[in-house]
C-alpha cells in the first residue's frame, strides 16, 4: 500500500550533481522506494525508513525543491521535487519517526517462515555453549541464580558466571556499590592458564567510601587465578573524567581499599566526544565535491582514527596481559555498557581464534553487547528520544574489527561485506536482535516471540559474507593476535 506517490521526481548523482535519474518516488509504511522511470531495466532504489536519519527540504529554485535525505550508514539521497508542496507532504510522511518499539519495522516484517522455523532462528545462537566451549563452569567459576528475574540488577543478563567463592550476600552487596548495580562477573576466560576478563560499572567509592563486599568481590576475582598474585583493575575512561565522578559519589576503585590490584587508566573518551568526531567526519563528506585533501584534513581534525586507535590499544593491553601475563582483568568505565563492551569484545577477538570466525563474532555480539545490555536503542536512535544518548559506541566496535582486518587478511573468517550488512541492520529495525536496551525489555517486548533473528538470515546466506583469503591452519589464525597500533598502520575508515 503506497501512502504517497509523486512522479516526476529527479534523484540527483552526488559524485556529478549536473547527471540525475527521472522516476517516480513511492512511500510505503517501511519504505521510499524511488523508481526510475528511463531505461528498460527501471532500476529501484529502496530505503528503509528506520535507516533515515535526518529530512531536510532545501530552498526551492527553478527546477523544483531539494530534499535530502541523510541515513544512518551514511547513505545521503538528494532529490528534486516538482512541486514544493508535494516535498513538503513526503518531508512530514518521512519527519513522523517510529514513537513506539511495536511501530518498528522488526514487528512488522512477516518473512515466510512457521513458528517453529522462528524458535529455530533464535536458538542458533547459545551464549551458554560459549561458555562451556571455554571450560566453563568449572572449579573456579560457577553460574550464579542470583539475577534470575533481573532482581539484583536489571540491565544484566540473567545468567551470570561468578568466582565459586563469590557468596550470594557478596554479589548483593558488591551490587550495591557499583552504579546501575552492575557488579563484577565473568565476560571471557582461558582455560590454558585460569586468567579471565570480567566487567563491571564504576564503584560508587566518592573520595572516601569503600564496600566489604566489593573488596571481597575482587579477592575471589583473584584467588580464581592460581597463577597470578595480584589482577589488573583497568578503567577504560580518561583519568580527569574518572576523577570529576568522585565528586559525585562515584569514581574509581581506592589501591589501598583493595588488596594486590594495579590499577590502569585507558584514556578512552566519552560517548559525546565519540558523537562529536562522527559527526565532523559525516560533515566533510558532506561537501558538495570535497577534494582527498579536504577529506584528510576533516579525518584528522575530527579525531576518528585517534579514538578508533585508543579502543584497540586498550584491547591489546587486556588481551596481553591474559595471554603473555597470565593475569585477570576487571574492565570498567562509567556504568560498563558502551567502552567496557568495547574493549572486553576487541580484547576477545585478539585472544580467540574462535571470534575471528562468522559464528563466532555473532556469538560474540550477542554475549559482550546484546545480552549485558549495550544500549542499542538509545545509542542507535531507533525511536525518537534524546539526541544526547546517540553515539556511535558500536559502529566503533566494527571499524576496530575492520581495522585488524586490514593488518591481517588471512585471520577473519568474515569479509567486509559482513561488517556492513550488520552495521545496516544495527539501525534498520529490520530484526529484533538490536531492539531494547537489554535482555530484560527484549522479553518485555516478546522480541523472539514476535520479531526474527538476524543472525540465522546471516548464517543461511555465509557464503556471501566468507573472506576468501581465510586460512584457518595460518599463523594469523592460531592464538594471540599482534596488531600494531603505530598511527602509519591505520586505513582510512570501513564507513
Given at each position: 500500500?503506497?501512502?504517497?506517490?509523486?512522479?516526476?521526481?529527479?534523484?540527483?548523482?552526488?559524485?556529478?550533481?549536473?547527471?540525475?535519474?527521472?522516476?517516480?518516488?513511492?512511500?510505503?509504511?517501511?519504505?521510499?522506494?524511488?523508481?526510475?522511470?528511463?531505461?528498460?531495466?527501471?532500476?529501484?532504489?529502496?530505503?528503509?525508513?528506520?535507516?533515515?536519519?535526518?529530512?531536510?527540504?532545501?530552498?526551492?529554485?527553478?527546477?523544483?525543491?531539494?530534499?535530502?535525505?541523510?541515513?544512518?550508514?551514511f547513505r545521503v539521497l538528494h532529490f528534486?521535487?516538482?512541486?514544493?508542496?508535494?516535498?513538503?507532504?513526503?518531508?512530514?510522511?518521512?519527519?513522523?519517526?517510529?514513537?513506539?518499539?511495536?511501530?518498528?519495522?522488526?514487528?512488522?516484517?512477516?518473512?515466510?517462515?512457521?513458528?517453529?522455523?522462528?524458535?529455530?532462528?533464535?536458538?542458533?545462537?547459545?551464549?551458554?555453549?560459549?561458555?562451556?566451549?571455554?571450560?566453563?563452569?568449572?572449579?573456579?567459576?560457577?553460574?550464579?541464580?542470583?539475577?534470575?528475574?533481573?532482581?539484583?540488577?536489571?540491565?544484566?543478563?540473567?545468567?551470570?558466571?561468578?568466582?565459586?567463592?563469590?557468596?550470594?550476600?557478596?554479589?548483593?552487596?558488591?551490587?550495591?556499590?557499583?552504579?546501575?548495580?552492575r557488579f563484577p562477573t565473568l565476560a571471557?576466560?582461558?582455560?590454558?592458564?585460569?586468567?579471565?576478563?570480567?566487567?563491571?560499572?564504576?564503584?560508587?567509592?566518592?573520595?572516601?567510601?569503600?564496600?566489604?563486599?566489593?573488596?571481597?568481590?575482587?579477592?575471589?576475582?583473584?584467588?580464581?587465578?592460581?597463577?597470578?598474585?595480584?589482577?589488573?583493575?583497568?578503567?577504560?575512561?580518561?583519568?580527569?573524567?574518572?576523577?570529576?565522578?568522585?565528586?559525585?559519589?562515584?569514581?574509581?576503585?581506592?589501591?589501598?581499599?583493595?588488596?594486590?590490584?594495579?590499577?590502569?587508566?585507558?584514556?578512552?573518551?566519552?560517548?559525546?566526544?565519540?558523537?562529536?568526531?562522527?559527526?565532523?567526519?559525516?560533515?566533510?563528506?558532506?561537501?558538495?565535491?570535497?577534494?582527498?585533501?579536504?577529506?584528510?584534513?576533516?579525518?584528522?581534525?575530527?579525531?576518528?582514527?585517534?579514538?578508533?586507535?585508543?579502543?584497540?590499544?586498550?584491547?591489546?593491553?587486556?588481551?596481553?596481559?591474559?595471554?603473555?601475563?597470565?593475569?585477570?582483568?576487571?574492565?570498567?568505565?562509567?556504568?560498563?555498557?558502551?567502552?567496557?563492551?568495547?574493549?572486553?569484545?576487541?580484547?576477545?577477538?585478539?585472544?580467540?581464534?574462535?571470534?575471528?570466525?562468522?559464528?563466532?563474532?555473532?556469538?560474540?555480539?550477542?554475549?559482550?553487547?546484546?545480552?549485558?545490555?549495550?544500549?542499542?536503542?538509545?545509542?542507535?536512535?531507533?525511536?525518537?528520544?534524546?539526541?544526547?544518548?546517540?553515539?556511535?559506541?558500536?559502529?566503533?566496535?566494527?571499524?576496530?574489527?575492520?581495522?585488524?582486518?586490514?593488518?591481517?587478511?588471512?585471520?577473519?573468517?568474515?569479509?567486509?561485506?559482513?561488517?556492513?550488512?550488520?552495521?545496516?541492520?544495527?539501525?534498520?529495525?529490520?530484526?529484533?536482535?538490536?531492539?531494547?536496551?537489554?535482555?530484560?525489555?527484549?522479553?518485555?517486548?516478546?522480541?523472539?516471540?514476535?520479531?526474527?533473528?538476524?543472525?540465522?538470515?546471516?548464517?543461511?546466506?555465509?557464503?556471501?559474507?566468507?573472506?576468501?583469503?581465510?586460512?584457518?591452519?595460518?599463523?594469523?589464525?592460531?592464538?594471540?593476535?599482534?596488531?600494531?597500533?603505530?598511527?602509519?598502520?591505520?586505513?582510512?575508515?570501513?564507513?
Amino acid at each position: 500500500v503506497f501512502h504517497l506517490l509523486v512522479e516526476h521526481v529527479r534523484l540527483l548523482d552526488r559524485v556529478s550533481p549536473r547527471r540525475s535519474r527521472l522516476g517516480t518516488l513511492y512511500l510505503t509504511a517501511t519504505h521510499s522506494i524511488f523508481v526510475e522511470s528511463q531505461g528498460a531495466a527501471r532500476n529501484e532504489t529502496w530505503v528503509l525508513h528506520g535507516l533515515v536519519c535526518s529530512v531536510e527540504q532545501l530552498a526551492s529554485t527553478s527546477s523544483g525543491s531539494p530534499l535530502l535525505i541523510r541515513c544512518k550508514n551514511f547513505r545521503v539521497l538528494h532529490f528534486i521535487v516538482p512541486q514544493e508542496r508535494d516535498c513538503h507532504d513526503i518531508l512530514l510522511s518521512l519527519q513522523r519517526l517510529c514513537q513506539s518499539y511495536e511501530e518498528l519495522y522488526c514487528f512488522s516484517y512477516k518473512p515466510n517462515v512457521n513458528a517453529e522455523e522462528r524458535r529455530q532462528e533464535w536458538d542458533l545462537l547459545d551464549v551458554r555453549a560459549d561458555y562451556s566451549r571455554m571450560g566453563l563452569p568449572n572449579s573456579q567459576w560457577k553460574l550464579t541464580p542470583v539475577n534470575h528475574h533481573y532482581k539484583v540488577c536489571d540491565t544484566y543478563p540473567a545468567e551470570l558466571l561468578v568466582p565459586e567463592s563469590a557468596t550470594p550476600p557478596v554479589i548483593v552487596g558488591s551490587s550495591k556499590f557499583r552504579s546501575r548495580g552492575r557488579f563484577p562477573t565473568l565476560a571471557y576466560y582461558s582455560k590454558e592458564n585460569h586468567a579471565s576478563i570480567c566487567r563491571s560499572s564504576q564503584p560508587l567509592s566518592g573520595f572516601s567510601a569503600r564496600c566489604l563486599e566489593d573488596e571481597q568481590m575482587l579477592e575471589a576475582i583473584l584467588r580464581s587465578n592460581p597463577h597470578s598474585d595480584f589482577i589488573y583493575v583497568v578503567d577504560t575512561r580518561p583519568k580527569l573524567n574518572a576523577i570529576a565522578n568522585r565528586a559525585a559519589g562515584k569514581g574509581y576503585e581506592n589501591e589501598d581499599n583493595y588488596s594486590n590490584i594495579k590499577f590502569q587508566f585507558l584514556g578512552i573518551e566519552n560517548i559525546h566526544v565519540m558523537r562529536n568526531s562522527q559527526q565532523k567526519i559525516l560533515d566533510v563528506c558532506e561537501q558538495r565535491s570535497p577534494s582527498m585533501s579536504d577529506f584528510l584534513e576533516g579525518l584528522e581534525s575530527s579525531g576518528w582514527l585517534r579514538h578508533i586507535k585508543s579502543v584497540l590499544n586498550a584491547g591489546v593491553f587486556i588481551a596481553k596481559a591474559v595471554a603473555v601475563e597470565g593475569v585477570s582483568v576487571l574492565v570498567h568505565c562509567s556504568d560498563g555498557w558502551d567502552r567496557t563492551a568495547q574493549v572486553c569484545s576487541v580484547a576477545s577477538v585478539l585472544l580467540d581464534p574462535y571470534y575471528r570466525t562468522i559464528k563466532g563474532l555473532m556469538v560474540l555480539i550477542e554475549k559482550d553487547w546484546i545480552s549485558f545490555g549495550h544500549k542499542f536503542s538509545h545509542r542507535c536512535n531507533h525511536l525518537v528520544g534524546d539526541p544526547k544518548e546517540v553515539s556511535p559506541v558500536f559502529d566503533q566496535f566494527l571499524e576496530c574489527l575492520w581495522q585488524l582486518m586490514q593488518q591481517f587478511p588471512c585471520g577473519f573468517e568474515f569479509n567486509e561485506r559482513f561488517l556492513i550488512t550488520i552495521h545496516s541492520h544495527v539501525y534498520s529495525c529490520q530484526f529484533g536482535n538490536f531492539i531494547g536496551n537489554n535482555q530484560r525489555e527484549k522479553i518485555q517486548l516478546g522480541v523472539r516471540e514476535k520479531t526474527h533473528s538476524l543472525w540465522s538470515d546471516l548464517w543461511t546466506n555465509r557464503a556471501d559474507y566468507t573472506n576468501p583469503l581465510y586460512r584457518p591452519d595460518h599463523c594469523q589464525t592460531q592464538g594471540l593476535l599482534r596488531p600494531s597500533t603505530a598511527p602509519h598502520c591505520f586505513k582510512k575508515m570501513l564507513a
